[in-house]
């Protein structure tokens, strides 16, 4: 007779909420500003002392975008300026338990980033990190990739930016992500030819010559546009 067995409940698959922040730093004499990113302490098992990316559960009574501000604000206490779904992260292996992430990439200007501070929050340069929990590794480089690949034909650059700027700050966003130098006069004639961007009447001065303040124009779309900088 054969003996009848019942099968084990599958194990539950959980999702979670995770979000690649980036942000600009310029530091005192150096050439240009590098692109950073928020990581945070974990507390406990797995790879408790570990840093990771900011994250957490989804609730059953909320949509993702809810779910990755919320995790944000109780992380790091950042409302960031640009928030964009970039993947889904469900590798069988990629966690002790079975585990998938709904993650998100968001922008925030120097000074919100400056001025958030949290317990277990560290702020890192985007490609010199320590060694992440997980896969939040191959996580963060899929971010860069996608944040260069996206910047020349966005208007992404400018979640790095103040209402008002100068050429010369947009100009330096395009060399921190892109990690090379742009010719100054090239990129101010294909942006200025693009109608991205709108001059004020207004002047920001300083040591140098006055500069003009410019303001991204809204009703112009860039995504059949090709990239911006050469």
């Known amino acids: 007779m054969q003996t009848q ?9 959980r999702v979670a909420v995770s979000t690649v922040i980036f942000s600009l730093r310029r530091d005192a004499g150096a050439d240009r500003a590098r692109v950073v990113l928020p990581l945070v302490r974990r507390t406990r098992d797995p790879f408790e002392g570990r840093w990771a990316l900011p994250g957490g559960w989804l609730r059953v009574d909320e949509d993702m975008d809810a779910a990755a501000a919320r995790t944000l604000a109780e992380t790091t206490g950042l409302a960031p300026s640009y928030l964009e779904q970039l993947y889904a992260f469900g590798e069988v ?3 002790p338990s079975r585990v998938v992430s709904i993650v998100y990439w968001a922008l925030v200007r120097e000074d919100v980033s400056r001025a958030a501070e949290q317990e277990n929050v560290a702020w890192y340069d985007a490609t010199t990190h320590p ?3 997980f896969d939040h590794d191959q996580i963060v480089q899929y971010a860069l990739w996608r944040l260069r690949n996206k910047v020349g034909y966005s208007r992404i650059a400018h979640g790095l930016l103040p209402a008002l700027f100068t050429l010369a700050d947009l100009r330096e ?3 921190a992500i892109l990690g090379r130098r742009l010719d100054p006069a090239n990129f101010r004639r294909q942006v200025e030819g693009s109608g991205t961007i709108i001059p004020t ?6 040591s140098h010559r ?3 303040l410019y303001r991204y124009n809204h009703d112009v779309e860039l995504a059949d546009r090709g990239p911006l900088p050469d």
């Open 201 to 206: 009447d207004e002047h920001r001065t300083g």
């Open 210 to 212: 006055p500069a003009r």
């Open 131 to 133: 060694q992440l929990a």
């Open 93 to 95: 292996d990629r966690s």
């Open 5 to 13: 067995t019942s099968a084990s409940p599958p194990e539950p698959i």
């Open 173 to 175: 966003v395009y060399e």
